[in-house]
């Protein structure tokens, strides 16, 4: 079982990206009761918390992407999303998912966004 990140690239200041996260191998029945978490982490900085969605689809925000950031979940596909519109410099940084729950804390290996100026 592994998480697999997808979406990340090099896009301009106010542009969009939708990260997905893939839970390969985990069955459906496991994957659902789970709350998905994204972090970021910048190059220097501590790695940060940006979105979570429960299991009842609750999510919370950091403040710096609020507005901005919309994390959403597909049971079926076994995949979390997050889409980044009004892209900042200050966006940048590896973004990685996490999903936790029941015992489980599992965490993909990250992949990188980076908007320029």
């Known amino acids: 079982v592994q998480l697999v990140e997808s979406g990340g690239g090099l896009v301009q200041d106010g542009g969009s990206l939708r990260l997905s996260c893939k839970a390969a191998?985990?069955?459906?029945?496991?994957?659902?009761?789970?709350?998905i978490n994204w972090y970021r982490q910048a190059p220097g900085k501590q790695r940060e918390s940006v979105a979570s969605?429960?299991?009842?689809?609750?999510?919370s925000y950091a403040d710096a992407v609020k507005g901005r950031f919309t994390i959403s979940r597909d049971n079926s596909k076994k995949t979390a999303y997050l889409q980044m519109n009004s892209l900042k410099p200050d966006d940048t940084g590896v973004y990685s998912c996490?999903?936790?729950?029941?015992?489980?804390?599992?965490w993909g290996q990250g992949t990188q966004v980076t908007v320029s100026s």
């Open positions: 996490n999903l936790n729950g029941g015992g489980t804390d599992l």
């Open positions: 191998g985990m069955i459906t029945s496991v994957f659902n009761p789970k709350t």
């Open positions: 969605i429960t299991s009842g689809r609750i999510t």
